[in-house]
């Protein structure tokens, strides 16, 4: 992991920020021996956003099983 010292982080803040973006986190160190370190804060996910299946099915297909499981659903 890099170290800056508080000088340059605050002169490169921004190429600081891209660094810890791509490299996971950057140190910053201020004169009194304080140590610091910057990362990027983990996005929140949808709950909704959930890998595929993989399954290789056609949309009729999918269509056609749902509304039969529909059918059985309905009919008890």
């Known amino acids: 992991m890099k170290e800056y010292t508080f000088s340059e982080a605050r002169q490169r803040l921004a190429s600081l920020l891209d660094r810890a973006r791509r490299e996971g986190a950057v ?7 304080q140590k610091f370190i910057l990362q990027p804060e983990q996005g ?3 709950p909704l956003e959930v890998p595929g299946l993989g399954l290789n099915m056609e ?3 999918i269509l056609e099983i749902i509304r039969s499981s529909r ?3 309905s009919s008890e």
Do not use: A, N, T
């Not at 140190?27 to 009194?32: G, L, N, T």
């Open 27 to 33: 140190r910053i160190k201020r004169r009194d021996g």
């Open 44 to 46: 929140s996910r949808s």
């Open 59 to 61: 949309r009729e297909e």
């Open 71 to 73: 059918r059985s659903v």
